[in-house]
């Protein structure tokens, strides 16, 4: 074996069988470096899904046990995840920013759809376009978008900083199990405030429709909502809850996962809220398409007809 001290060629020249110390391993990375590189990245790629897997499958099995072990906990995380804590609970926390957020969705779904529709005549649909679009798309993902970028940075922020300060170690040191704890409270809590978060979002939405068609366009309250309870068909509204119920499962192991393995500092928890952020807002919209596929893209389910 020969080393050269030329930096554009590789350090290491010979072969296993010439010097025992030298791998086959080492031997290609130092022949072919960038596709040795390359290698490394893909499996530290899959390497990173794998342990993205064990950890969301953890805490989904926690769940149980956290309910029958912290229950206290689980109630506190409720009421911290539906009004927020500090700054945030003064304007009302989550319930307050969710329903302002689908409220001027709802209503710039009316403006686009009376002006739209406006065009060929047929504005009095407009009520249609609110309880098609606001149900099967644009509820759902803003409330999704909504639930990342508050309660979701908010645990992602909390774990990063129980990690960095040692508390996470801590309480593994005093024989309380973490992950059950910290995330599959944090999970449950997501699952159970977002079903009335929800609720208020979607009407938010709904009225923020009715309220721009017919308080600024001036149609007929009696002709918008002719059209808008007949296009709203309840099975659509399940499945919208059933969406956001999984966007908050979703979310919140996302956001957990990075924020439990949150290093280097308070600027290591600020790189994790980002990373949490931008995978939870991809999540969210791969959920809407997976669930728009599975239900409503196989056969269609609306007719305009009569």
């Not at 208020?200 to 709904?206: K, V």
């Not at 809850?241 to 957990?256: P, R």
Request: a neutral charge; proline letters at 5%.
């Amino acid at each position: 074996m020969t080393i050269t001290n030329d930096p554009e060629t590789p350090k290491v020249q010979g072969t296993p069988d010439s010097d025992p110390a030298v791998t086959e391993a080492e031997v290609f990375a130092a022949r072919f470096p960038k596709t040795a590189r390359r290698g490394r990245r893909i499996t530290a790629a899959v390497d990173a899904v794998g342990d993205h897997a064990v950890f969301y499958l953890k805490a989904l099995a926690y769940g149980p046990r956290a309910v029958m072990h912290s229950r206290r906990e689980t109630v506190r995380l409720i009421a911290e995840v539906g009004m927020g804590t500090g700054a945030l609970a003064i304007i009302g926390g989550t319930v307050v920013i969710m329903g302002f957020l689908t409220m001027f969705a709802g209503g710039t779904i009316a403006v686009q759809g009376f002006s739209s529709l406006g065009n060929i005549g047929i504005e009095a649909l407009t009520g249609f376009f609110s309880a098609f679009i606001n149900v099967r798309i644009a509820g759902p993902v803003i409330a999704g978008v909504g639930l990342a970028a508050t309660i979701g940075a908010g645990c992602t922020a909390e774990l990063g900083a129980m990690r960095v300060s040692e508390e996470i170690d801590a309480l593994e040191t005093m024989a309380v199990p973490s992950l059950p704890y910290l995330v599959s409270t944090r999970v449950i809590a997501g699952m159970i405030v977002i079903i009335p978060l929800y609720s208020l979002a979607i009407m938010a939405s709904f009225f923020g429709g009715r309220f721009v068609t017919v308080q600024l366009y001036g149609q007929s309250p009696g002709l918008y909502d002719h059209y808008f309870s007949t296009f709203l068909r309840p099975v659509d509204l399940m499945w919208s809850f059933v969406q956001v119920l999984v966007m908050a499962v979703v979310v919140m192991l996302i956001h957990s996962y990075y924020g439990y393995y949150a290093s280097g500092g308070p600027v290591g928890v600020g790189v994790a809220v980002g990373k949490a952020t931008r995978a939870s807002l991809v999540a969210v919209v791969t959920v809407t398409l997976i669930i728009s596929l599975a239900v409503y893209g196989s056969a269609p389910s609306l007719d305009l007809t009569g």
